[in-house]
C-alpha cells in the first residue's frame, strides 16, 4: 500500500487522507450538550435494576398471542426497506399489548430489544413502570421498566433460549414472550 501511495495514486491519497481525519475525529472526545444529555434524561429516567425474585416465576401465566409478524407478513417485493435485520411484532395478552422491535447491534454480537407495553382495554394508554426483564433459562440478564410513554431498551448478546418476562403483580400473572425464532430472524 505505501508503494502504491508513492507512486502517486491521487484517489488513494485522498481516501488515505480521509480515513485518517476519521480516524483522528473518532480519537477525539465528543462532550454531548447539556441539553440533549437533559433530554434524553426525561425521556428514559435513570432507574435502579429492578431486584430479580424467583418468586415471580411461580406466578400463574398470561398466555400472550402473537397479532403481528414481520418475519410472517414480509413487505411485498420492491417495498422493502434496508432495515433487512429489524424484527418487528406485536403481542395481545389480556387488556395490554406489547410491541416490540429487535434489531442487531452494529458491529457487535449483540441486540437491542425495544417495546412499549399499551392498556388496549383504556383507549392505548401507555403502561408506566411496567417491569420488563429478559432472560436466558433462568438467568437474568437485563431488566428496566417502561418510562411514563410505556416504552423500555434492553441490550443483550445473542443467544438461544432467550424469552421477555414480565411480572404483573396487579393481575398476578406473569407474561412470557419467547423470542428464539425472532432472534433468528435478525442473527448476523
Known amino acids: 500500500m505505501a508503494c502504491h501511495l508513492a507512486d502517486g495514486c491521487e484517489p488513494c491519497a485522498r481516501l488515505v487522507a480521509l480515513l485518517g481525519r ?31 425474585s424467583s418468586n415471580l416465576d411461580l406466578l400463574p401465566r398470561l398466555a400472550a398471542r402473537l397479532v403481528f409478524s414481520n418475519l410472517r407478513d414480509p413487505a ?5 426497506s434496508t432495515a433487512g ?29 425495544v417495546g412499549q407495553v399499551v392498556n388496549r382495554a383504556s383507549a392505548s394508554e401507555p403502561v408506566p413502570g411496567f417491569p420488563v426483564r429478559l432472560m436466558a433459562g433462568k438467568k ?10 410505556g416504552e423500555f431498551c434492553l441490550v443483550s448478546k445473542f443467544q438461544r433460549g432467550l424469552r421477555l418476562s414480565m411480572p404483573m403483580e396487579s393481575v398476578g400473572r406473569l407474561l412470557e414472550i419467547p423470542l428464539d425464532r425472532f432472534v433468528a430472524g435478525i442473527r448476523p
Open 85 to 113: 435485520n429489524l424484527v418487528q411484532v406485536i403481542y395481545h395478552a389480556g387488556d395490554y399489548a406489547i410491541e416490540l422491535q429487535l434489531e442487531p447491534e452494529p458491529e457487535s454480537h449483540e441486540m437491542a430489544l
Open 140 to 149: 437474568l440478564l437485563a431488566a428496566t421498566q417502561s418510562n411514563r410513554f
Open 22 to 52: 476519521i480516524h483522528q475525529a473518532g480519537a477525539d472526545e465528543v462532550t454531548v450538550p447539556e441539553h440533549l444529555v437533559r433530554s434524553a434524561k426525561e425521556i428514559f429516567p435513570a432507574r435502579r435494576m429492578p431486584e430479580y
Open 76 to 80: 411485498p417485493e420492491g417495498a422493502r
